[in-house]
C-alpha cells in the first residue's frame, strides 16, 4: 500500500513538472502579459460589471471603464489628477479590490488617456478650460445615474481631480452620497511654498550640494502674485519627489510602471498613454498654479479626505487646514501615514478599509443594500 502511494505521487509530480526541453514559460512580451493580467482581473460573477466604452460627453468621446462585481453595490466614480494623468491604466493594480464593494469607474478626461487618443487635439485644444472639465464631470455623474439606475453616487477626485470633483460636488450635492478628496487641492501658492521649504531643509540635511543649489537659485519661490515660471517648479518638484513628497520613502513616482501592464490600453496605444499629460499642462498649468479653494467653506453632502501624511506635491497640511474650516452633514479626515501623494498606490489597502468602513455605509443606508 505505502509502494503505491509512493508512486501515486511521484507520477503526479512527474505531471505537473514541465518537460526539459519545454517550451518557455509565457509571458515573453507586452500583450502575452497584459493577457494573464486580463484574465486575472476578469469579472466572473453573475451580477458583476466588466465594461470598456466611449461616451459623448462635452461634445467629443470620452473613454469611461465600469467594473464591479455586482452591480447592486454603490458608484465610485474616480475624476483622476495631472491635468492628463489618467488613472485607467493603473486600475488593475490599485484599486482592483474596490471592486468588490463598489462598481469602479475610471474616466480619461479630455487631454488623458484613451479620451485623448481618439480626439483630434486641435479640436480639443480650444475647450482645455476648467470649467468644461467641471461640465464634463456632471455630464459624466449624469450619465452614471441613469445608466446604473442610482439616484446617488460616490465621487473620489484626487490632486487636479479634485478641484474638478469639489466643484461638482458644490452644483450637485444632491447627486452624491458623499465627496472624497485624495491630495485636495485648496491653496496651491501655498502649497507650493511648502513643498520647496521641505525640499530646500531635506537637501540641507542630506549635504546635497546641487539639490540645495538649484532651490537656492529660484529663491524666493511662489511668493507675490506673479506666476510661477515652469522652470522653477520644474526644479521643485524634481526635489521634493526625490526626497519623498510625491510617493513615501521613494526618490521618484513609480506607479507609471504599472500602466506598462494595462489591459485596458493596447500595444499601439501603451507607449502613448501619459501623452496628453504635456498637452494638458499647456492650457491648464497656470489655473492649476493659481487654484484657491479656501473660500469653499460649506458643503451640503458628506465630505471625507484621504490625505499622505508625507504629501508635499499637494500639502496635506494645507488641505487638513482648509478641512477645519468646512461645514458638512457628516465630514472625515484620515492620514495616510506612509503615502506622499499617491495615496491609492502606496496604501491600497488602507484605501479599501477606509471607504468600506466610512463610506459604503452611506449608501447602504440611502439605497438599502446588504451591508
Not at 19 to 26: C, F, H, S, T
Not at 71 to 80: D, E, S, T
Not at 244 to 266: F, H, I
Request: aromatic share 8%; with cysteine.
Amino acid at each position: 500500500m505505502r509502494a503505491r502511494l509512493v508512486m501515486f505521487a511521484m507520477a503526479t509530480l512527474l505531471l505537473a513538472t514541465p518537460a526539459l526541453g519545454a517550451e518557455e514559460p509565457k509571458p515573453r512580451n507586452r500583450a502575452e502579459a497584459t493577457a494573464v493580467v486580463q484574465e486575472l482581473r476578469r469579472i466572473v460573477t453573475p451580477n458583476g460589471i466588466e465594461r470598456n466604452t466611449t461616451v459623448r460627453i462635452g461634445g467629443i468621446e470620452q473613454f469611461v471603464s465600469i467594473r464591479g462585481a455586482d452591480r447592486r453595490n454603490p458608484v465610485l466614480l474616480i475624476v483622476h489628477g495631472g491635468p492628463g494623468f489618467p488613472m485607467t491604466p493603473i486600475a488593475w493594480w490599485n484599486t482592483r479590490a474596490l471592486e468588490e464593494y463598489f462598481t469602479v469607474v475610471h474616466w480619461d478626461q479630455r487631454g488623458a488617456g484613451k479620451t485623448h487618443l481618439i480626439n483630434d487635439p486641435q479640436a480639443v485644444a480650444p475647450t482645455m478650460k476648467p470649467e468644461r472639465f467641471v461640465d464634463d464631470a456632471e455630464e459624466l455623474v449624469a450619465w452614471l445615474r441613469a445608466e446604473m439606475g442610482k439616484e446617488k453616487l460616490f465621487l473620489l477626485g484626487t490632486s487636479w481631480g479634485s478641484f474638478v470633483g469639489l466643484e461638482v460636488a458644490r452644483r450637485r450635492p444632491e447627486w452624491l452620497h458623499a465627496y472624497i478628496g485624495m491630495g485636495q487641492a485648496t491653496d496651491i501658492r501655498e502649497s507650493e511654498r511648502r513643498g520647496y521649504a521641505f525640499a530646500l531643509a531635506a537637501a540641507r540635511e542630506a549635504g546635497n550640494a546641487e539639490a540645495v543649489a538649484q532651490l537656492e537659485s529660484i529663491a524666493p519661490y511662489a511668493e507675490g502674485d506673479e506666476p510661477i515660471p515652469l522652470e522653477e517648479v520644474v526644479i521643485q518638484r524634481r526635489w521634493s519627489d526625490y526626497y519623498g513628497g510625491v510617493m513615501a520613502y521613494r526618490t521618484r513616482q513609480v506607479d507609471g510602471v504599472a500602466a506598462r501592464l494595462s489591459p485596458d490600453y493596447s500595444d499601439d496605444e501603451a507607449p502613448r498613454i501619459y501623452e496628453g499629460n504635456n498637452f494638458s499642462r499647456e492650457f491648464l498649468f497656470s489655473p492649476v498654479l493659481s487654484m484657491d479653494l479656501r473660500h469653499v467653506t460649506s458643503l451640503r453632502c458628506p465630505l471625507i479626505i484621504l490625505a499622505g501624511r508625507h504629501d508635499r506635491t499637494v500639502n496635506s497640511y494645507v488641505a487638513h487646514e482648509w478641512f477645519e474650516t468646512v461645514r458638512a452633514p457628516q465630514k472625515h479626515f484620515v492620514w495616510f501615514e506612509n503615502s506622499g501623494h499617491e495615496v491609492m498606490a502606496e496604501e491600497p489597502g488602507k484605501v479599501l478599509v477606509t471607504l468600506v468602513q466610512i463610506a459604503r455605509p452611506m449608501a447602504v443606508r440611502a439605497e438599502n443594500l446588504a451591508p
